[in-house]
């Protein structure tokens, strides 16, 4: 009777569960995506580095996704910091910090060192970060500060833009 | 039925019939070719605007955004013709779809399920980043392409059209074929009508001199012709014929009125020809002249010297015969060794003359036979003259007069002739 109860249990909340984890599987496909539409400036590295800034929620996806894929026909590489310092030169730095001093201080960074910032923190495009991704009734939405791109020295691709809210400033 | 109908009739409804079937083939390949190109052109655009909505739709289909699916799909509002398009994700579910107001319930179904199959034929095709499935019928059709992104398949789009735009312009073109097809037939007959002139003229000109020909037996007729062609030789065939048959009548109307052996003219062409000297004589109030003739002892000489000796001696007398006579007399044998001469107003005098002329002539010839042998002949002669009356009795009394005199210059003792 118990374990019919957890049974059913685990039927009712399955959907809630498919969701997240699929959310999360999508979080993890669109970066390595996002850095498809998108052009740095030239950088002497043989490697193209995505970094996650405190906590990792993907646990091992992003090793397993992006494990031997190219992204602008360079292997990738995946690094994980707890703290900003840890961060040095990386290409997409995606931001799971809860501060917003924090965050704010690590897109001071990146956009001082030509790096992708993306989070799924709410107002993280409108306070200097480049791609914000929201999940909502789970589907995607995406929402680029084009002037903080262009700031941090990179170009978006149209089509990328198309598909997104884009900020045209700093500030909406 | 078509036997009756004349020539130049069969060669307009020929020439027409050709021209038709000609129009016919040329205008049926002509619409099938436009068919086919104006199908490729129409699915040469639609792969045209699949691959720009592809191309737009990576990124929406990237990061599965629905929404913006939809609005690049609502696009299509602006081409009325585009019915149904559909984005499907890389697991099959639709992302986003457009479905025309123009779409009918009735016929959607029937889109659905025939794309659906096409898809599931070419699963392999669409497996590849050029890979396409395309279809094509009356009433629509649909491209569908895969959407790549980094070398993978993401998705699938699917567009379908009307064929309205192509339709119409087959239309058009049916029209078009149809009206100069028309205009071409009517002036092809026309021309028909003219050029079959070429062709029946000589064949009409050569029925209607047959046709003279029969009416008016003038066999002597020859028809000109300045053609080279077959016609030609048509014209030549006929007037050779005619030349047969003239040819063939003079020979039956020598047989019919000479004697074969001498040459003169025979006892029916002498009694014709003599009626005819005899009117004459009677309208212009002359005399005609009579001679009856006969050799002298002619049995003995076919009884001594055999038949050929006989018919050498009549065709002797024959040309003394001719030699005496005038030209516009006339000279026959009337049968056996029996001869008449008629002389055109021919007096007493006149007669007589020429009557002494033969009788002279006659025994001044000696003929020689085949064998050498030497013979010499006489003849009797009975001379009439006078003014015919009217009536063919009235020559058979002229001859019979003449021939009664001759019978007296026999039993004068031959060699003479007796004035009746």
Known sequence: ???????????????????????????????????????????????????????????SLLDDLYRDKRIHNKPIELRYATRLEQVGETDALFITLTSSAARAAAIDYAQRNGILTISEAKGFAE????????????????????????????????????????LRGDKP | MFDRISIRYKLIVLLGLSAALALLISSAITIYSTYLSESRS????????TDVISENMRAALAF???????????SLRADPHILLAVVNDESGRALAEYRSAGLSTAAE??????????????????????????????????????????????????????????????????LLQAATSVLTLVLLLFL?????????????????????VARTKNYRAVLGSDRRDEFRNLYDGFNAMLADIRERDDQLSRLATTDALTGLANRRNALDVMQTMAARAQRKDEPLGVIMLDIDSFKNVNDRFGHPMGDLVLQ????????????????????????????????????TAVAERIRAGVEGRPISGPAGEALQVTVSLGVYSAVPRAGAEDIEEMIRAADKALYRAKEAGRNRYVVA
């Open chain 1, 1 to 59: 009777m118990v374990l019919w109860v957890l049974g059913l249990l685990c039927c009712v909340q399955a959907p809630w569960a498919w969701a997240g984890d699929e959310e999360r599987k999508l979080e993890a496909v669109f970066i390595g995506r996002f850095a498809s539409y998108i052009e740095w400036p030239a950088k002497p590295r043989d490697r193209f580095v995505i970094t996650l800034l405190d906590d990792n929620p993907f646990g």
């Open chain 1, 127 to 166: 306070s200097g970060g480049i791609i914000q991704l929201d999940f909502i009734e789970q589907k995607a939405r995406i929402k680029i500060n084009h002037g903080a791109a262009l700031k941090s020295g990179l170009r978006i691709g149209a089509p990328l833009l198309t598909i997104a809210t884009v």
């Open chain 2, 42 to 49: 129409s699915l040469r655009v639609l792969h045209q605007l």
């Open chain 2, 64 to 74: 599965a955004d629905a929404g913006s699916a939809n609005t690049m799909l609502a």
């Open chain 2, 109 to 174: 179904p029937r889109f659905r399920a025939e794309v659906q199959g096409r898809i599931l034929e070419s699963a392999e095709a669409l497996r590849r980043e050029d890979g396409f499935v395309e279809h094509i019928d009356n009433d629509f059709m649909a491209v569908v392409r895969p959407v790549f992104f980094d070398g993978k398949p993401i998705g699938l789009l699917v567009v379908v059209s009307d064929t309205q735009l192509m339709w119409a312009k087959i239309r058009e073109l049916v």
């Open chain 2, 192 to 212: 028909s009508v003219k050029l079959q002139s070429l062709f029946t003229r000589p064949i009409m000109n050569l029925v209607a001199a047959m046709q003279d």
């Open chain 2, 316 to 351: 002797e007398v024959s040309l003394v015969l001719q030699a005496s006579a005038r030209d516009y007399d006339l000279v026959a044998r009337l049968g056996g060794e029996e001869f008449l001469v008629v002389c055109d107003c021919g007096t007493q005098e006149v007669t």
